[in-house]
């Protein structure tokens, strides 16, 4: 009897992959792929064979039959803008995912993938759930400054964490006996990249450009930049393009002044009396503290409560630091890690009830 949820969630190096009962998790396992591995393949839309064969090894490794898979669940991708909610892979979706048209990452082989291996399965579709490229923001908050550099509102738009964001969101109303649309909040994602992001009434009102390295500094990217010193880098001559990107998506933050995108470390280091990892540390709380404030703001200081969550809310330290700059506003809660993978499990599991609101991406 088909029973299984199967979640797919393509990262940079690695891919997690789950099998479900329900809610319930059966195992994850995630997958590594050694960068010299990686480098073989010239665009990421060309690992498609290769983790599409790891994801399958894998279950076949955990002795579930294929044949057991009711649904498969996969990251969404860097497409066109849409609405929050579940929608089932089309073309139209699986074109802009190849094609990578806001960006060329891992998470646009999370529907691609997802997609053929239901399709083997002689499934009808797999599915996505609260895509990255969420934009849920009023338009008076899209603008930039000048036009020239508003985005395009039929491709472009923010990218940052949104399934994590609404997860937590919807766990810490369900804990206060609420629904997520009954509720402010302020969620601050912390992990590879951070997003922020304001919470009122069901929809994500205001958060930061994560994936392009807007609001606080992270382990890997610069976070707000000045603007001249950018301005002077791009026309000095000493850089391409390409070096700016990546400087500012994946060489920034801890990366560009310890040399390390490992968050623990500098945890360590800084307990240890590093002076230098003290000062990024405190520099760090400080920014995100910064963008929870500025959050406050979109609901006019009515906020419920304020969620820490990602990877880097496992500190302890760090997670007390911005507690102490922020409580005055609302409650904290910490999440610590990602509950992506239980995220896209709620939904197949609806799916598989009768329960979800299959959206049609168009």
């Not at 759930?129 to 020239?148: F, I, Q, T």
């Not at 472009?156 to 609404?166: F, I, P, R, S, Y």
């Not at 791009?234 to 998506?249: H, N, R």
Request: aromatic residues 8%.
């Amino acid at each position: 009897m088909k029973k299984y949820t199967l979640v797919i969630n393509p990262g940079a190096t690695s891919t997690k992959a789950s099998i479900f009962e329900g809610e319930t998790e059966v195992f994850t396992e995630n997958i590594s792929h050694p960068i010299d591995e990686i480098k073989k393949f010239k665009e990421v839309a060309d690992q498609f064979g290769y983790r599409k064969d790891t994801i399958l090894a894998m279950v076949k490794n955990h002795n579930v039959e294929l044949s057991d898979i009711a649904v498969v669940m996969g990251r969404g991708g860097l497409t066109h803008p849409c609405e929050s909610g579940i929608y089932r892979v089309n073309d139209l979706m699986k074109k802009e995912c190849a094609e990578g048209i806001q960006g060329k990452h891992a998470c646009n082989l999370g529907s691609l993938i997802a997609d053929s291996i239901a399709m083997e399965l002689g499934l009808e579709c797999a599915y996505i759930a609260d895509p990255v490229v969420v934009d849920e923001r009023p338009a008076y908050a899209k603008l930039s400054g000048h036009p020239v550099f508003d985005l395009d509102p039929t491709y472009e738009g923010n990218t940052w964490h949104c399934l994590n964001q609404k997860m937590c969101a919807k766990l810490y109303a369900r804990e206060q006996g609420k629904r997520y649309e009954d509720v402010n909040l302020i969620i601050a994602h912390m992990g590879g990249g951070v997003s922020v992001g304001c919470h009122a009434h069901g929809k994500t009102v205001e958060v930061n450009r994560a994936l392009c390295g807007f609001g606080p500094f992270s382990p890997t990217r610069t976070g707000y930049i000045s603007t001249n010193k950018l301005i002077d880098a791009c026309f000095s001559g000493k850089y391409s393009k390409q070096d700016i990107l990546t400087m500012i998506t994946a060489e920034g933050g801890f990366v560009a002044y310890l040399g390390t995108n490992d968050a623990y470390k500098v945890e360590l280091d800084a307990i240890a009396g590093d002076e230098k990892c003290k000062l990024l540390v405190d520099a760090f709380c400080y920014q995100v503290s910064q963008e929870i404030c500025k959050c406050a703001a979109a609901v006019k200081g009515k906020v419920d409560g304020i969620i820490l969550t990602g990877g880097i809310a496992y500190s302890k330290p760090w997670m007390a630091q911005i507690t102490e700059q922020v409580e005055w506003i609302a409650p904290v809660k910490v999440y610590k890690g990602e509950n992506e993978m239980l995220a896209l499990a709620i939904c197949g599991n609806e799916i598989l009830e009768g329960k979800a609101e299959i959206k049609e991406f168009k």
